[in-house]
């Protein structure tokens, strides 16, 4: 991604950032609101929403990728490093709880989804564990970059 000779100025640069913030937020925002609507339509709606969702997630993606190439080497190195061993515990975490699961009576696991979600069908166990799968990672990253950014300050 080239930078403009106005966007390299610091005040420029923080206007970059803040445009790739917001397009992130609203592509996930987007996306969230049109999963949360897909399940009450159906057929040739569902396809469009469904698309419209996709859509919304790419973009998010592409803007998350523009901020940070917006960032500069320490703090590109710094959410790297996060990602790594905060995503890394978070994925131990998922694994301790899997075998939780795994080795718990099913009856212990199933009264856990019922609580959760309300029903005890095969979605609602799947829904879990693909949630579970995305925000433990997503956890882990998120306290260890707190954590560095705040012995670096």
Not at 9 to 31: D, H, S, W, Y
Not at 32 to 51: E, H, T
Not at 135 to 147: D, E
Request: hydrophobic share 55%.
């Amino acid at each position: 991604m080239s930078v403009s000779r106005s966007e390299s100025t610091p005040n420029g640069r923080e206007k970059q950032k803040a445009a790739f913030i917001a397009g992130t937020g609203a592509g996930l925002g987007v996306m969230i609101a049109v999963s949360l609507l897909a399940g009450q339509l159906d057929g040739d709606l569902q396809m469009i929403a469904n698309g419209v969702g996709y859509s919304a997630a790419a973009i998010a993606l592409a803007c998350s990728i523009g901020w940070i190439a917006t960032l500069d080497e320490f703090a590109q190195r710094a959410h790297y490093v996060a990602w790594y061993w905060g995503g890394s515990l978070g994925l131990a975490a998922m694994g301790a709880l899997l075998l939780f699961v795994l080795l718990s009576p099913a009856s212990a696991a199933e009264s856990l989804l019922l609580d959760w979600w309300g029903a005890s069908q095969a979605k609602a166990g799947f829904l879990t564990g693909a949630l579970a799968a995305m925000l433990l990672p997503a956890l882990g990253y998120t306290i260890w970059w707190l954590v560095f950014w705040l012995r670096r300050r």
